[in-house]
């Protein structure tokens, strides 16, 4: 019998789908949200989505587990016991709110505005909201812990050596003939400006492959030539190359003579950086240096993939520098199939750092040392880690006494732990939002829910800060209290009456859409979800490049104006066989720390049950030499110790990595074991890291890959 429609439909939910985009991670895949009677029912990748053509990684494939996790927090929270007691009670909004504002106008009043700083996470969907909340405020200062450790380096330095910040040609439809990955494996990350389905379509074309890599990743494994280098000695390969490239005359002479400026000049700075030389620093054969050099000069296009590996230690300013000349000098530049320039699909996001005096902005913590981090040689200039931690323990130069952390876990990413949890304890007021109660959430005075990305509306551009394609995020659902980290801001500054930074959502949303080059209005983007501006090459051509010169300066005079030495050079990592023969005699082996893994995002998702199936346990890769005689077998629990503490993870014996180097996974927590501490200090890689000086001179980076280390087998 027939039916009408309307009775073949009687009852069956109506489903919406949202288009929207993927935060989990810096990739920023397209998703369809299916909302089903109010509540998410499907998360699926976009097919028509440039980026990821439909497909999700386990993380974006996990995001219901993520919503509707049953420890989410979902109320705001004040502490009633002492610190860290983990004694709570549940208030409103407006009770949070109204204590936040009062107990911060109180410092700001009595210390200043400086006393007061802002954390976040790497590549949140607000981080731009923190910097401006805290200008609002008046204060310079506020942080990530990747700022001087990640990414930012890459943005800063690029912006003076090329007036710009270069990403991979992936979206252009070229293949590239060679691609070179440096410090990164983006089959597992989902990194900076790409997905990792990017990083694989890449592939296809079988272009030659140049590893730069301590661990012999699945990249490393399919490489013409892979460079198994010491940890934290990228820069002396990069100066190798670079002179292998100039004393053979395998540059590009037309572009270099045209385009670039003080080439000269870096000639005869890498004269001494031979491969010959290189070779007993880097522990890579002078004729692999050479035969890479030769191969990365003669196959074209090529795109250099780099990654977070090369800022995790000091000097990598120069380390970055180095490294970008090599596209430079081959002429790799704005092609098709090599590194372009974005086309900047969103405007200038309104930072509010006019906010700020002269005089604040020189307070901001580091300014006055570190000038691409926090002072006119960075883009969005932020405070300096271990020198905001110093302000806290010991108000030196002068006092920080309120953080306000919105989504960053400081106990398991910021180096040196246990001296960041020392810090915390010394602050009169800590606010954390977070989606769980992490060992950080669980020392703060005030904790507030925060919305994950299905639950929030805003955009985003991507790769990050190029952006050619540009992306709607829309609210699906609503989960308990939770609120949106740039709902929280705007609040807060109504609340406190900030003469700046009170404007809804939807006019800074309009704005940024306006300056920038979609002409689209949200309501438009949000219909189709993304949108995908057209891409020109060579556009340096037409006025040069954006620097002092008008060229790809190899000479930086940007970074001669600032005091700093405009060419690249080499300083050994400041604890190393090398540097610290003394501290090298009982502690032998080389440590790196956090490759990542592709079912967590650096401390998150350890809660997530089917992610932690896939991987339930701390991984330390040990070769097989080194285990035997310690007794060590694969899967037993091993101690790792440093000079700043020791920890454990489960042993994987395996020849990827060198007899001499060790490699522990970051991030660790355990969500399951009680709180307040939640077996934080067990696992976790920051026990090991260093935090001290010294840094880089520009970047203020400091030491997390490369450092000195001893195992033992963990007797029961
Ligand atoms: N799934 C997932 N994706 C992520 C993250 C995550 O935690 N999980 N984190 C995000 C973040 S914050 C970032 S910065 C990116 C990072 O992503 P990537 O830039 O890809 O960096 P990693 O995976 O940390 O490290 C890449 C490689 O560096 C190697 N390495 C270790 N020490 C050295 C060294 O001294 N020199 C060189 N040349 N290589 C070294 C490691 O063996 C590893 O294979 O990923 C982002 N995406
Ligand atoms: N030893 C070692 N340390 C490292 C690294 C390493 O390789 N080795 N890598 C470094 C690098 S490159 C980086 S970028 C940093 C990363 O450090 P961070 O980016 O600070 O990462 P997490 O500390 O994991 O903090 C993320 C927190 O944000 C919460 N969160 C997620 N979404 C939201 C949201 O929308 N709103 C709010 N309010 N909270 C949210 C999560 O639950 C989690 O607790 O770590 C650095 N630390
Ligand atoms: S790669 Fe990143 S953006 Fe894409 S689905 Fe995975 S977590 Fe989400
Ligand atoms: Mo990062």
């Known amino acids: 019998m027939d039916q009408s429609v309307d009775e073949m439909t009687e009852g069956v939910p109506e489903t919406r789908i949202l288009k929207s985009v993927c935060r989990s991670c810096h990739g920023g895949c397209g998703v369809d949200l299916h909302v089903t009677d109010g509540k998410l029912s499907k998360v699926v990748g976009d097919r028509a989505s440039p980026l990821n053509k439909g497909s999700l990684c386990p993380i974006g494939a996990n995001t ?356 960041a949890y020392e810090s915390l304890l010394k602050l009169d007021l800590l606010v954390v939002a977070d989606l769980f109660m992490t060992p950080t959430a669980e020392l703060a005075d005030i904790v507030l829910p925060a919305a994950s990305w299905p639950e929030l509306t805003t955009l985003a551009g991507l790769p990050t800060v190029a952006a050619n394609v540009i992306f709607a995020q829309q609210k699906s659902v609503q989960i308990g209290e939770c609120k949106a980290d740039e709902e929280i801001f705007i609040e807060l500054a109504r609340k406190m009456n900030l003469p700046v930074g009170t404007e809804s959502l939807e006019e800074v949303l309009e704005a940024q859409l306006l300056s920038g080059g979609s002409g689209k209005t949200f309501a438009e983007l949000a219909e189709t979800g993304f949108h995908k501006l057209p891409f020109r090459y060579g556009k340096y051509k037409e006025g040069g490049f954006k620097t002092p010169s008008g060229k790809i300066e190899l000479y930086a005079t940007r970074l001669e104006a600032m005091g700093y030495d405009p060419l690249p050079y080499y300083e050994e990592p400041p604890e190393s066989p090398l540097s610290t023969p003394d501290v090298a005699k009982d502690f032998p082996l080389v440590l790196t720390t956090g490759a990542r893994i592709p079912f967590f995002f650096n401390s998150e998702h350890r809660q997530l049950p089917r992610l932690r199936k896939a991987h339930p346990d701390p991984l330390v890769e040990i070769h097989p030499e080194t285990a035997a005689p310690l007794g060590i077998k694969n899967g037993d629990w091993v101690w790792i110790e440093t000079l700043r503490g020791k920890i454990q993870q489960r042993a994987k014996v395996t020849t990827d990595v060198d007899p001499k180097v060790i490699h522990v996974e970051h991030g660790w927590w355990f969500p399951e074991e009680e709180g307040p501490e939640h077996g934080v200090w067990k696992s976790n890689a920051n026990m090991l890291t260093r935090n001290g000086p010294p840094y880089d001179p520009a970047m203020g980076t400091y030491h997390l890959r490369g450092l000195l280390c001893r195992i033992a087998p963990v007797l029961e």
Request: charged share 20%; with cysteine.
């Open 64 to 419: 219901m587990a993520l919503v509707y996790h049953p420890d989410r927090l979902k109320y705001p929270l004040r502490r009633t016991g002492k610190r860290g007691e983990g004694k709570w009670q549940r208030i409103s909004w407006d009770e949070a709110l109204d204590e936040i504002a009062s107990r911060v106008q109180a410092i700001k009043d009595e210390h200043g505005a400086e006393a007061i700083a802002l954390g976040t996470g790497t590549g949140r969907h607000h981080i731009r909201w923190v910097s401006r909340f805290a200008h609002a405020l008046g204060t310079p200062n506020w942080c990530e812990p990747g700022f001087a450790q990640c990414f930012h380096p890459r943005v800063n330095t690029t912006i003076l050596t090329f007036g710009d910040f270069p990403v991979c040609d992936f979206t252009g439809g070229t293949a590239p003939e060679c691609i070179v990955y440096w410090g990164h494996n983006p089959l597992n990350s989902g990194p900076d400006g790409e997905t990792r389905f990017d990083a694989r379509e890449s592939l296809k074309g079988n272009p030659k492959i140049i590893v730069v890599d301590p661990r012999s990743t699945q990249l490393a494994k399919r490489a013409d030539i892979w460079l198994q280098l010491r940890p934290g000695t990228d820069d002396a390969l990069a100066l190798a190359m670079l002179h292998a490239i100039i004393e053979e005359k395998l540059y590009d002479a037309a572009f270099v003579e045209q385009w670039t400026h003080g080439f000269d000049a870096l000639a005869e700075r890498v004269r001494d950086y031979s491969p010959e030389w290189a070779a007993p620093i880097t522990w890579v054969p002078a004729e692999k240096i050479r035969a890479a050099a030769r191969l990365y000069a003669a196959t074209k296009p090529s795109m250099m993939e780099w990654g977070c590996a090369i800022e995790h230690t000091p000097n990598c300013i120069q380390t970055i520098r180095a490294i970008s000349m090599l596209p430079a000098l081959t002429g790799n530049i704005d092609v098709p199939g090599g590194w372009v320039f974005g086309v900047k699909g969103l405007g200038k996001f309104p930072s509010l750092i006019e906010n700020l005096s002269p005089e604040m902005n020189a307070k901001r913590l580091g300014a006055d040392r570190f000038k691409m981090l926090a002072g006119e040689g960075a883009d969005l200039p932020a405070a300096h880690i271990p020198t905001l931690l110093q302000a806290m323990r010991e108000g030196l130069p002068y006092p920080v006494k309120a953080f306000l952390v919105f989504g960053n876990n400081t106990l398991t990413t910021y180096a040196n732990a246990k001296q």
